[in-house]
């Protein structure tokens, strides 16, 4: 074992908090796409480095079942794992675990109810949008919305939230919320995530609409007209980052960045979804260790 084993997990941390606290000088698409792939590469080397760890040490304590093991599984050398290391990471990868489960479940919960409530319009005065996916998913919208709008304002709430279901940003909040769930330091790149997947609808209901300060008043309407909410599993049209939504609105459009969108993302993909892999084979190869 060795210090390799924790290359991952510490590089895909620190580039999140980096990434958390510092925006992306590219479109809100861009940014998304990439701040989604540092959640999504956090949570499986940091969860995936516990678990590589809580193995070996439950190897050396059993070593029977560790002959039925495959060779990748194990470290490249015969140095145990030490207990104050081997114990931490078995609680750590349990509580992960467990984490991850509650997270999924209330997820699907929570599309499956809001699926449910899209047949027809919410019951309530409060101005409500919301994206639900799947194939019984649409726009839930409540009767409070559809009466404090003008169809000009309700054809903007409906463009950002039909390019929320077009997307997919469903799939982006459940990867940002659960990097934010199972490790907390997590939570600004996620609460960061969310604000770009707004600014990506917005853009694509400024472009439906052509008209950039209209979209900027429609957003700024709903939200004065509801109270604030937490944020829940689904985008809902006015949660998130309003007044930077607004001031953004009213300037000019950001550019498509059609080279470096894809670059820094193809970039960012590659070196955080190949460290795990590259730090395992280096620990085999070179076979070097401090344990």
């Not at 930077?244 to 979804?273: C, D, E, F, I, Y």
């Amino acid at each position: 074992m060795n210090w390799f084993t924790f290359l991952p997990a510490l590089i895909t941390f620190l580039l999140s908090m980096v990434l958390g606290r510092v925006p992306l000088p590219l479109h809100p698409l861009w940014s998304a796409r990439v701040l989604g792939t540092v959640a999504a590469t956090t949570v499986l080397a940091t969860i995936g480095t516990f678990f590589f760890i809580a193995v070996n040490y439950g190897a050396s304590l059993l070593p029977r079942v560790a002959d039925r093991l495959p060779e990748w599984a194990l470290f490249g050398d015969d140095h145990p794992v030490p207990a104050w290391l081997g114990l931490p990471a078995i609680a750590l990868t349990v509580t992960g675990t467990v984490t991850v489960s509650r997270l999924a479940a209330r997820w699907a919960t929570e599309v499956r109810s809001a699926q449910e409530l899209s047949r027809g319009l919410l019951e309530t005065d409060i101005p409500v949008a919301v994206a639900v996916p799947g194939r019984r998913g649409g726009v839930l919208a409540s009767k409070g919305l559809i009466r404090a709008l003008t169809t000009a304002e309700l054809q903007v709430v409906f463009e950002h939230e039909a390019s929320h279901l077009r997307h997919r940003h469903h799939r982006y909040l459940a990867v940002g919320s659960l990097a934010a769930g199972t490790l907390p330091p997590l939570r600004r790149l996620n609460e960061r995530l969310r604000f770009c997947l707004e600014r990506w609808a917005d853009e694509d209901a400024a472009e439906s609409v052509g008209d950039r300060g209209f979209v900027a008043r429609t957003i700024a309407k709903v939200a004065l007209l509801r109270s604030p909410s937490p944020p829940g599993a689904l985008p809902a049209f006015a949660d998130s980052g309003v007044v930077q939504r607004v001031q953004a609105l009213l300037g000019a459009a950001p550019g498509r960045n059609p080279v470096s969108g894809p670059a820094t993302l193809l970039t960012t993909g590659l070196t955080t979804g190949a460290l795990a892999l590259v730090a395992l084979q280096l620990d085999h190869a070179l076979n070097l260790s401090f344990l």
